[in-house]
DNA sequence: ATTGTACAATGAATATTCTCCTGATAGAAG
DNA sequence: CTTCTATCAGGAGAATATTCATTGTACAAT
């Protein structure tokens, strides 16, 4: 998941994108209204966070922009203690939703919860469990046959993507661009690398094979043998 | 005490939110009934206070969502005045007690009053234990493997933080939250230190290890080694 | 009131461990 | 034979652990 922030206080920003990162999103910033305008248009973003003040262009005025130019990216706004007027405004301008500063990052995380899963109208269950493989999204857990599986973090993010794709064909670059970040475009064999890191940890010493290639297309995680 | 209060009326939450406040409880709030369920499944709390007519998922729905969900906590239900209908389909699905709009404040005092004791007597000893370790409320006492371990206030909270968290990743963001208070803090890293403190003194002599880092996640109080 | 001691809390500095990625080569597929 | 994929190893860099110095606070002794 992608996500761009379009926040000026440095502190507030870094707390944001901190927290969000912990919470296994990408997170772009951009410190004022105009880089933001630049990114949001240039990259695909599941998510705007847009402060209202900011400089070179507001965030009312970046909804606007962005809506008039057809995206429709759930926008969440950030708004100062108590302006009521601020709120309006930005619901009306094409906000989806808002939070009043300061926040508890609980609630942010609650909210763009929210926003996501009602766009996708999908839910994801912390506990998923395929073909003698088990993940836990709490405890980050993993086991195949009920040995457990250590992964690093990125390994456990591709797994994921795998798993909420199971059953499609995923190019390298979809691949790299849901998992990596879309900032992401060297012309490296990243993913063939952490595809083969995955198959050694879940794949290896068990059986049916879960990850598969598609020669010329890229890989599927299903269940059959091929 | 930690109390989820879902409610979308503004007035009515903000009248509740204060006085439980004051009776010091902490309240965090739902406006509607999916951030109710993520804020619910993604934190650990004492008491649901659950309006049945909410926007998105009602109450009803939510009780046989926890429940669904193996949550314990109890859970009050708000119905409007004279909806026997709804108070008799919410104690069949799971909660534990309810109240008739409008209300009393005392009133709503008593009940949560009572839930929590009827809920202390079965579920939460002021005395915990855990893989050797004993933790006493009440005197504020730590043993491990019976021996006496003495730790600085914050280190207790922490402590405690993770025994109610047991079994669950969380992030750093997360922890300064609840044990520190802090919104947006970034440049510090006291999680950390005390994180190490507290591993010093009821992990460094004993074993099994109870505090695990989960590289780019956060920590996890588990019994399991690594 | 003032000093002094002990300890708690915190941020910064340093040390250590772990993850990520690149680039090269070997191997398989068409 | 050519193109695509798998695998490996090591350095760069990030994340975490640990130590250190500073500040604040409680409280007893002067």
Not at 104 to 112: G, N, S, V
Not at 148 to 164: A, N, S, W
Request: proline share 3%.
């Amino acid at each position: 998941m992608n996500i761009l922030l379009i926040e000026d206080e440095a502190h507030v920003s870094a707390f944001i994108k901190k927290g969000l990162e912990e919470a296994s999103f990408h997170v772009d910033v951009a410190f004022d209204g105009y880089i933001g305008k630049v990114l949001a248009l240039q990259n695909s973003y599941d998510l705007f966070i847009l402060d209202v003040i900011l400089p070179q262009i507001n965030g009312l005025e970046l909804c606007r922009i962005f809506r008039a130019e057809n995206l429709e990216t759930p926008i969440l706004m950030l708004t100062a203690l108590g302006s009521t007027d601020d709120i309006v405004a930005g619901l009306s301008t094409g906000a989806d939703d808002y939070l009043v500063k300061p926040f508890k990052f609980k609630e942010l995380l609650a909210r763009i919860d929210a926003l996501m899963r009602r766009k996708e109208n999908r839910v994801i269950n912390p506990v998923f469990s395929f073909a003698g493989l088990e993940i836990n999204d709490f405890t980050k857990e993993v086991k195949r046959n009920g040995h457990p599986i250590k992964l690093t973090p990125r390994e456990f993010f591709l797994l994921k993507y795998f798993i909420e794709n199971r059953g499609r064909v995923k190019t390298r670059t979809q691949i790299a661009e849901s998992v990596w970040g879309n900032s992401y475009d060297t012309g490296s064999n990243v993913v063939d690398v952490y595809v083969n890191y995955l198959r050694n940890k879940i794949d290896k010493d068990f059986s049916p094979r879960l990850i598969h290639t598609v020669t010329g297309m890229g890989y599927i995680f299903k269940e059959g043998e091929e």
